[in-house]
């Protein structure tokens, strides 16, 4: 009887550490992990899951947290890429950054409201001062260290060339929250008419209404031409004099590639190599 118990035991053994076996072999893959900008997040996300299908050995993880997170996550080898969604500011330094995709800021409002332009005295107005325009009486901004705040702030200009960056704080009337996402969700929310945002264009769906700033459409065409004047840099980071893995050197290899230019220009997005 005692027999019989221990085989059965030791089969048991011998068939789960057979399964843990093929379990783990099935799991074998090199990751290379990106994190830093969530307005670049979910593009980077669309190319890291078009260069799996073709490398089935390695996986790509891609982490938000904002601009602000990828610079020190470079700086400190926390990552093999960072992402930012602004230039580099003369602080960043020990960090190589190249151009992926040029990309336009797209100010939002709720489907339901009736704006449809705004100047940047306007946009300045309502940050700066809290200057309502027309029935919009809120807004909403990025967190510190967000690429797409840093941008924002930096672009919009009033007639007297004061900058929204140089505004010593922001009106009452404005809140703030940390990912694109999360301002596309507040915007578009059922009787949210009095607020207005701003967002990554290549994030703009039909949930929301894209303004035109100075009269000028929020477009792919206009930032090419240089009529709309809300763009910047989609930027990928690697931290200098540091040997990028196999891994990270083919992801980085597909991204500037044809095929990794083409779904950025799919997504929205101006690519960086024409």
């Given at each position: 009887?005692?027999?019989?118990?221990?085989?059965?035991?030791?089969?048991?053994?011998?068939?789960?550490?057979?399964?843990?076996?093929?379990?783990s072999c099935g799991s074998d893959k090199t990751t290379v992990t990106l994190s830093g900008s969530t307005s670049v997040q979910p593009?980077?996300?669309?190319?890291?899951?078009?260069?799996?299908?073709?490398?089935?050995?390695?996986?790509?993880?891609?982490?938000?947290?904002g601009s602000g997170v990828g610079v020190s996550d470079t700086q400190t080898d926390k990552n093999d890429f960072g992402m930012a969604?602004?230039?580099?500011?003369?602080?960043?330094?020990?960090?190589?950054?190249?151009?992926?995709?040029?990309?336009?800021?797209?100010?939002?409002?709720?489907?339901?409201?009736?704006?449809?332009?705004?100047?940047?005295?306007?946009?300045?107005?309502?940050?700066?001062?809290?200057?309502?325009?027309?029935?919009?009486?809120?807004?909403?901004?990025?967190?510190?260290?967000?690429?797409?705040?840093?941008?924002?702030?930096?672009?919009?200009?009033?007639?007297?060339?004061?900058?929204?960056?140089?505004?010593?704080?922001?009106?009452?009337?404005?809140?703030?929250?940390?990912?694109?996402?999360?301002?596309?969700?507040?915007?578009?929310?059922?009787?949210?008419?009095?607020?207005?945002?701003?967002?990554?264009?290549?994030?703009?769906?039909?949930?929301?209404?894209?303004?035109?700033?100075?009269?000028?459409?929020?477009?792919?065409?206009?930032?090419?031409?240089?009529?709309?004047?809300?763009?910047?840099?989609?930027?990928?980071?690697?931290?200098?004099?540091?040997?990028?893995?196999?891994?990270?050197?083919?992801?980085?290899?597909?991204?500037?590639?044809?095929e990794g230019q083409a779904i950025v220009e799919k997504d929205g997005y101006i690519k960086a190599v024409k």
């Amino acid at each position: 009887m005692r027999s019989r118990k221990f085989m059965a035991i030791a089969l048991a053994a011998v068939t789960m550490g057979t399964l843990a076996a093929f379990a783990s072999c099935g799991s074998d893959k090199t990751t290379v992990t990106l994190s830093g900008s969530t307005s670049v997040q979910p593009l980077m996300e669309k190319l890291g899951a078009a260069f799996e299908e073709a490398h089935g050995d390695i996986e790509i993880v891609v982490n938000g947290g904002g601009s602000g997170v990828g610079v020190s996550d470079t700086q400190t080898d926390k990552n093999d890429f960072g992402m930012a969604s602004r230039e580099l500011k003369d602080s960043e330094t020990g960090i190589k950054a190249e151009k992926i995709a040029t990309d336009g800021i797209a100010i939002i409002v709720n489907t339901g409201c009736t704006l449809d332009n705004v100047t940047p005295d306007e946009v300045y107005g309502l940050y700066a001062e809290g200057t309502a325009i027309g029935t919009v009486n809120a807004a909403i901004s990025r967190e510190s260290g967000s690429g797409t705040r840093g941008a924002f702030d930096e672009l919009v200009k009033n007639s007297e060339g004061k900058t929204l960056d140089k505004a010593e704080s922001f009106a009452k009337c404005v809140q703030t929250q940390n990912s694109t996402g999360a301002v596309i969700t507040q915007i578009s929310t059922a009787g949210n008419t009095n607020l207005i945002g701003y967002i990554s264009l290549g994030s703009l769906s039909e949930k929301v209404k894209a303004l035109k700033y100075n009269g000028v459409e929020a477009t792919v065409a206009n930032i090419e031409s240089g009529a709309y004047k809300l763009s910047r840099p989609f930027l990928l980071l690697s931290k200098e004099g540091k040997t990028l893995s196999e891994a990270a050197q083919k992801f980085h290899d597909f991204i500037f590639s044809a095929e990794g230019q083409a779904i950025v220009e799919k997504d929205g997005y101006i690519k960086a190599v024409k």
